[in-house]
């Protein structure tokens, strides 16, 4: 992946006033399949920022550059025959997405070809997506609560592995940040994410679950007809590491912060818990929402959180080491799906309002901080070309250690 340019945090105390400035893009879908089809079900970016996709309850998947909103410069990817639920890009392939949905596939896609380079039956509906950091896998998560890994290697297609069933209700999985998969965190229905290793213990073998001996080859144990016969086939299994008791009702999302020290998790009662990884405690709880939280999502530094929920309008930015309110986006209609930019930027794309997907700052605004040795010494609110201009000449003419953001 191309290198992306990192951004620079802005303080609690200036967050306010530079949100404020931001302005509100409109994308506008026009192949919606019938009045109130195109429910925007899911959204994501892609790791560098450069795109975001869409899926909706009409079976649209769309891939949008956010600095074009034009229906023309977007890209529409067909082969769903039901609604898409969950969205996810590979970690470490900027223009490779996964597409989960409940026709009962799971579809990978070459955004720049524009085309399904491999689909896999999931044996039921399919719900949820994780992707491991390192791109060797994707746990799909189905309604019906069996997990379905899918492995993929440059020298085959993606291909399903076992599936595991999971005793209760699973609404997200998240893996480990770094690395190959290791950890696997999941939300569960009675209010619990549990945390397990990774991978499963595989089952034992024919001989074992016949009574044989792994050793001698013999019959260890004696049993006469009657004895009821073994199983045939046994699931691999998860080994649970830790679980934390996260909410009073099923949990429903998750999102690892980027510094990987604060784990967000939204619940069906209204509540954003935040754990602390270092020592799975809960330092604080927002309950700013009205209804089950369907999406968590960090700032690209890890220093605000949101939540989107079905019911309610509008929704909070709060500081994450504080829990203080810093700023409201003010909607029309519930927003459950929203996401942070992933990269260098306090954009925020969300769901709900009328005429389609939305991102507060891809229209403009932002603030021009000009400092020397450190120290902040104005600040402007400029349109992006405007803005432009200014960091070209202006700001750096002050002083060799000048700077200038945009946001």
């Known amino acids: 992946m191309a290198p992306t340019t990192p951004g620079k945090s802005v303080p609690k105390d200036r967050f306010p006033t530079l949100f404020a400035t931001l302005k509100t893009?409109?994308?506008?879908?026009?192949?919606?399949?019938?009045?109130?089809?195109?429910?925007?079900?899911?959204?994501?970016?892609?790791?560098?920022?450069?795109?975001?996709?869409?899926?909706?309850?009409?079976?649209?998947?769309?891939?949008?550059?956010p600095e074009k909103p034009q229906i023309k410069n977007s890209t529409e990817l067909r082969g769903h025959t039901g609604s898409i639920e969950r969205l996810a890009w590979n970690p470490i392939k900027?223009?490779?997405?996964?597409?989960?949905?409940?026709?009962?596939?799971?579809r990978f896609w070459d955004v720049r070809s524009k085309t399904c380079i491999a689909s896999v039956t999931l044996g039921g509906e399919g719900l949820t997506i994780g992707w491991a950091s390192d791109g060797?896998?994707?746990?799909?998560?189905?309604?019906?609560?069996?997990?379905v890994p899918i492995h993929l290697t440059p020298e085959s297609p993606p291909t399903a592995g076992n599936v595991l069933r999971q005793p209760l209700q699973t609404n997200q999985t998240l893996f480990n940040p770094i690395g190959p998969p290791s950890?696997?965190?999941?939300?569960?229905?009675?209010?619990?994410?549990?945390?397990?290793?990774?991978?499963?213990?595989?089952?034992?073998?024919?001989?074992?679950?016949?009574?044989?001996?792994?050793?001698?080859?013999?019959?260890?144990?004696?049993?006469?007809?009657?004895?009821?016969?073994?199983?045939?086939?046994?699931?691999p299994s998860l080994q649970l590491l830790h679980t934390l008791?996260?909410?009073?009702?099923?949990?429903?999302?998750?999102?690892?912060?980027?510094?990987?020290r604060y784990l967000a998790i939204g619940g069906s009662d209204a509540l954003i818990s935040l754990y602390d990884t270092y020592d799975w405690i809960c330092r604080r709880t927002l309950s700013s929402l009205s209804g089950s939280v369907k999406s968590v999502s960090f700032s690209w530094d890890?220093?605000?959180?949101?939540?989107?929920?079905?019911?309610?309008?509008?929704?909070?930015?709060?500081?994450?080491?504080?829990?203080?309110?810093?700023?409201?986006?003010?909607?029309?209609?519930?927003?459950?799906?929203?996401s942070w930019h992933p990269n260098g930027k306090y954009w925020i794309a969300y769901s709900g309002d009328s005429g389609g997907l939305k991102i507060v700052g891809a229209a403009g605004g932002g603030m021009v901080y000009c400092a020397h040795q450190g120290q902040i010494l104005n600040e402007w609110a400029l349109p992006r070309q405007e803005f432009q201009e200014f960091q070209s000449v202006n700001c750096f003419a002050l002083s060799r250690k000048a700077y200038g953001i945009y946001t």
């Open 25 to 65: 893009q409109t994308y506008h879908d026009p192949s919606t399949r019938g009045p109130g089809s195109h429910t925007i079900r899911t959204i994501a970016w892609n790791p560098t920022g450069h795109l975001i996709a869409t899926g909706s309850s009409d079976r649209t998947l769309r891939i949008w550059n």
């Open 302 to 338: 890890g220093s605000y959180v949101i939540g989107g929920s079905d019911e309610g309008t509008g929704f909070d930015i709060a500081h994450v080491e504080t829990g203080e309110t810093v700023a409201r986006v003010e909607t029309t209609a519930p927003a459950p799906c929203l």
């Open 245 to 260: 008791h996260a909410h009073t009702s099923a949990c429903v999302s998750l999102a690892l912060s980027p510094t990987s």
């Open 136 to 147: 060797s896998l994707a746990l799909v998560g189905r309604k019906d609560d069996f997990l």
């Open 94 to 106: 900027e223009a490779e997405l996964a597409s989960v949905s409940n026709d009962g596939t799971c």
């Open 183 to 235: 950890t696997l965190l999941l939300t569960t229905g009675d209010g619990c994410v549990k945390v397990y290793s990774w991978p499963p213990v595989p089952p034992p073998t024919t001989a074992a679950v016949n009574g044989l001996s792994p050793h001698h080859g013999t019959r260890a144990v004696s049993h006469s007809r009657s004895s009821t016969p073994a199983p045939q086939s046994i699931s």
